[in-house]
């Protein structure tokens, strides 16, 4: 029997920066049987903070992806509780065929922050449900920020990782991320009809439809910004960033790679093409 649901507790962790805002949200659910969503980084004061929250009694470790500052601390967390570790698979889970390729290749760059240690002790499928008598999680590979990301829905609710978050867009960075299944995952997230999701960076989203509706429409406004950028002329990604994004100095690079998952869906469908083999420093051309 699943017992009523409540909130769950946040544990948020002591690692701020421009890509994780306030810092990584550590999520718990349930009493007896505890659920772990997302233990962040490997820090001692952190992982001391959510098995003391637990009561010691922490039954599940799940990961959205192995990313270092939402995987890190899970095989600590594992050896402090004993408990096992959930996820999609290993950093480099996930890929679609064309981001393979890329990684294959080595010219396109990418890797920011994988957690490449990560092993989990069982790998979930799609639609996979995780459950206890207290509660039920849901497996929904919903792959874009990397190729191996899960969110859990949670009855009428979405633990949704970095796929969805109300003070930021997400990076995408081939070949770990790729535009086309983000939008694909988005549109995923959205047919479920959740009532809220909890993102693993910044604050629960009471309208999940209207912020889905917003992030696909920033990557449309972006796409129409960089197809009327290379009508002018053959660009970078860039020399593209440069010139479409209004950031600090120190995000600009986060800029560019997101301009790069952009030239490559577009190359893909056919709108644009390049000289020679894809590299990180392509010059791309408006057809």
């Not at 421009?18 to 049987?33: C, H, K, R, V, Y």
């Not at 402090?80 to 570790?85: D, E, K, L, V």
Request: with cysteine.
């Amino acid at each position: 029997m699943i017992a009523d649901v409540k909130e769950p507790r946040l544990i948020l962790a002591p690692n701020p920066s421009p890509l994780t805002g306030s810092g990584t949200n550590t999520f718990l659910i349930g009493e007896d049987q505890v659920a772990v969503i997302d233990p962040g980084p490997d820090d001692p004061g952190h992982l001391m903070a959510i098995e003391e929250a637990a009561k010691g009694r922490i039954s599940h470790i799940l990961i959205t992806h192995a990313h270092r500052d939402h995987s890190a601390g899970a095989a600590t967390l594992a050896r402090m509780t004993g408990a096992p570790i959930l996820a999609f698979g290993d950093a480099l889970s996930g890929r679609s065929p064309s981001m393979q390729r890329l990684a294959q290749s080595g010219e396109v760059g990418g890797g920011e922050g994988l957690d490449l240690t990560f092993t989990p002790d069982r790998l979930l499928r799609d639609g996979e449900v995780v459950s206890t008598e207290e509660w039920q999680l849901r497996a929904l590979h919903t792959p874009g920020h990397s190729g191996g990301h899960l969110c859990f829905q949670w009855n009428d609710a979405v633990f949704c990782g970095d796929i969805v978050m109300g003070w930021s867009s997400t990076i995408i960075s081939p070949p770990d991320g790729d535009l086309a299944d983000y939008l694909r995952s988005l549109e995923r997230l959205d047919q479920l009809g959740a009532n809220r999701f909890y993102p693993a960076h910044g604050d629960a989203i009471d309208t999940p439809a209207v912020r889905i509706a917003e992030l696909a429409a920033h990557r449309r406004q972006r796409t129409a910004q960089i197809l009327a950028a290379l009508r002018d002329r053959p660009a970078t990604a860039s020399d593209l960033a440069q010139r479409i994004y209004e950031v600090p100095p120190p995000m600009m690079p986060a800029a560019t790679r997101n301009v790069l998952a952009h030239l490559i869906a577009l190359t893909d469908i056919g709108a644009l093409s390049h000289e020679g083999d894809l590299t990180a420093g392509t010059k791309f051309t408006f057809l």
